[in-house]
T-cell receptor, first 113, second 111 residues
């Protein structure tokens, strides 16, 4: 069963427009959620994690347990934000799978000038 | 330390051959993970080590796959009798706590 769903495979916005990349997860316990980003020809890198509640490169994401969502948002997209974004889930409260990440299929974001 | 490294970066092999990949994690990281990524999909978990102990294996890891981390440092992933369906990007990640740092991957093509 797919634990992480990213409904949009492709997302395009113009520079300066707001952007929201959707992520929904399936887990009834206490999840740990992450957003990873992969720029062209670079390795997968951590963008942010829900427990740190930081804003990285202008991106924020709030864990909504009621809606089981962890959408990534940025008020004003920049061209350099163009990349593949993956939402990932860690079943942090299940010791036998501690650390294992479940990834969504990814959303390719393109920001047009 | 420049991060997680993987070798080789690309491997082309004929069906039926064995291949071995290496991953060198960030030096102070005690956890090491292998993932596989196919086109259009996110990474899928294969296996996980804490120090030298292999603590979990996915059902994706068939009998043809074996992974080792003999001294709790680098790890190897071997695929025996490769099949065309094994063609994928194989990713290694390491962590100390729950933030995983990924390597550049090894792209395997089975012809």
């Amino acid at each position: 069963a797919q634990r992480v769903t990213q409904p949009e495979k492709l997302l395009s916005v113009f520079k300066g427009a707001p952007v929201e990349l959707k992520c929904n997860y399936s887990y009834s316990g206490s999840p740990e959620l992450f957003w990873y980003v992969q720029y062209s020809r670079q390795r997968l890198q951590l963008l942010l994690r829900h427990i740190s509640r930081e804003s990285i490169k202008g991106f924020t994401a709030d864990l909504n347990k009621g809606e089981t969502s962890f959408h990534l948002k940025k008020p004003f997209a920049q061209e350099e934000d163009s990349a593949m974004y993956y939402c990932a889930l860690n079943l942090a409260d299940r010791g036998s799978t501690l650390g294992r990440l479940y990834f969504g299929r990814g959303t390719q974001l393109t920001v047009w000038p | 330390d420049t991060g997680v490294s993987q070798d080789p970066r690309h491997k082309i092999t004929k069906r039926g051959q064995n291949v071995t990949f290496r991953c060198d994690p960030i030096s102070e990281h005690n956890r090491l993970y292998w993932y596989r990524q196919t086109l259009g999909q996110g990474p899928e978990f294969l296996t996980y080590f804490q120090n030298e102990a292999q603590l979990e294996k996915s059902r994706l890891l068939s009998d043809r796959f074996s992974a080792e981390r003999p001294k709790g440092s680098f790890s190897t992933l071997e695929i025996q009798r490769t099949e065309q369906g094994d063609s994928a990007m194989y990713l290694c990640a390491s962590s100390f706590l729950n933030e995983q740092y990924f390597g550049p991957g090894t792209r395997l093509t089975v012809t």
